[in-house]
T-cell receptor, first 113, second 111 residues
Framework: DQQVKQNSPSLSVQEGRISILNCDYT??????FLWYKKYPAEGPTFLIS?????DKNEDGRFTVFLNKSAKHLSLHIVPSQPGDSAVYFC????????????FGRGTSLIVHP | DTAVSQTPKYLVTQMGNDKSIKCEQN?????MYWYKQDSKKFLKIMFS???????INETVPNRFSPKSPDKAHLNLHINSLELGDSAVYFC??????????FGSGTRLTVV
């Protein structure tokens, strides 16, 4: 059972445009959400997170939006750059529980120059 | 000054062999983890370990065992390797409740 779903395996965007990566979750106990970025032959690196008490968190070009009623979050990258080309993993955890995040299967983002 | 380092990066071995993957972190984190990324690209937790508690994902076969000589190391030992064990294994560490730092992964191929 996939508790965290990233239904788009890939996304292609022109440089300078907005990239929107989507993530859905099924476990209503999740209260902390993270995005990780992964380049080939490297481990995932932490990008941005959001607590369930917020609906938006922004860090430079990266903004994460959380819609708790829809159990949906999205990562916006504006403007997209070729160096953003990577696999993006959405993850969710229960901070009052084991804290161990459950990951989605990732979305491969390609930003074309 | 690699934060989380795991060795080897690549491992090719025959079915039935026993192998270990080593992981070390120099971040002072209190919890370490092993994740498996399978052919479908899911990152699945295998183990979570701090000096108080080992949490095992019940779907992990008991051929897999974590071994922690100290809080900076969490090695993964695999007995009687099977073809289905072929995957990329990631070590990670964190301060409980915070974001993870991952190693660069070990690609295991069982032939």
């Amino acid at each position: 059972d996939q508790q965290v779903k990233q239904n788009s395996p890939s996304l292609s965007v022109q440089e300078g445009r907005i990239s929107i990566l989507n993530c859905d979750y099924t476990n209503s106990m999740f209260d902390y959400f993270l995005w990780y970025k992964k380049y080939p032959a490297e481990g995932p690196t932490f990008l941005i997170s959001i607590s369930s008490i917020k609906d938006k968190n922004e860090d430079g070009r990266f903004t994460v939006f959380l819609n708790k009623s829809a159990k949906h979050l999205s990562l916006h990258i504006v403007p997209s750059q070729p160096g953003d080309s990577a696999v993006y993993f959405c993850a969710a955890s229960v901070r009052g529980g084991s804290y161990i995040p459950t990951f989605g299967r990732g979305t491969s983002l390609i930003v074309h120059p | 000054d690699t934060a989380v380092s795991q060795t080897p990066k690549y491992l090719v071995t025959q079915m039935g062999n026993d192998k270990s993957i080593k992981c070390e972190q120099n971040l002072g984190h209190d919890t370490m983890y092993w994740y498996k990324q399978d052919s479908k690209k899911f990152l699945k937790i295998m183990f979570s370990y701090n000096n108080k508690e080992l949490i095992i994902n019940e779907t992990v076969p008991n051929r897999f065992s974590p071994k922690s000589p100290d809080k900076a190391h969490l090695n993964l030992h695999i007995n009687s390797l099977e073809l289905g064990d072929s995957a990329v294994y990631f070590c990670a560490s964190s301060l409980t409740g915070d974001g993870y730092t991952f190693g660069s992964g070990t690609r295991l191929t069982v032939v």
